[in-house]
């Protein structure tokens, strides 16, 4: 955990990302963020499958709150679908969650960050459009910057420091 004098950062390394099971990684994310600790000033982060785990617990914390909000979403590398899913992947592709609770308990602040080059996702404008159509995300297409695993880290940096005002 990282500290400042008005930011804390808890960063969740999902576990066996490399095989991203729906049920293990919101059980995860509800012992390291229960809901007692969420509230306005709670912003996610997501990258890849993280981004669709976030609104997967999102919309769970709505239903058992229907007042929650938070401060807002970024997702990093966020995707709707896979050129070339691995059967790990597609339980998360059509993940069924209210798209307008979303933006509600979002305070409508959602940002994506995309690449125009990732290699797990190569229309990168459909993928602009079905964020922007699903939950009015606010969505910036950055140059070459892959997956952001290495590339695109000041793009990351930028839009943080915008999105957390």
């Keep these: 955990m990282i500290r400042d004098t ?5 960063p969740l390394s999902l576990p066996n990302w490399d095989n991203p099971d729906i049920t293990t990684f919101l059980s995860f994310i509800e012992r390291r963020l229960p ?25 769970e914390l709505q239903k058992k709150n229907k007042s929650l909000k938070i401060g807002g979403l970024m997702c990093v590398a966020g995707w709707w ?7 790990q992947l597609e339980q998360w592709i059509n993940i069924s969650v209210d798209y307008e609770k979303i933006k509600e308990i979002c305070n409508h602040n959602i940002v994506t960050l995309i690449s125009d080059n990732d290699p ?24 070459d910057a ?10 990351i940096l930028d839009e943080l420091l915008l999105f957390c005002r």
């Design 146 to 155: 892959k997956h952001f695993n290495t590339d695109g880290l000041a793009a």
């Design 81 to 87: 679908t896979i050129d070339t899913p691995w059967p």
């Design 6 to 10: 008005s930011v804390i950062v808890n």
């Design 35 to 59: 809901q007692n600790e969420i509230d306005s000033n709670t912003y996610f982060v997501g990258h890849s499958v993280g981004c669709k785990a976030a609104l997967l617990y999102l919309s």
């Design 120 to 143: 797990f996702t190569s229309d990168t404008l459909t993928n602009k459009k079905l964020w922007e159509e699903k939950v009015n995300a606010k969505v910036r297409i950055v140059h």
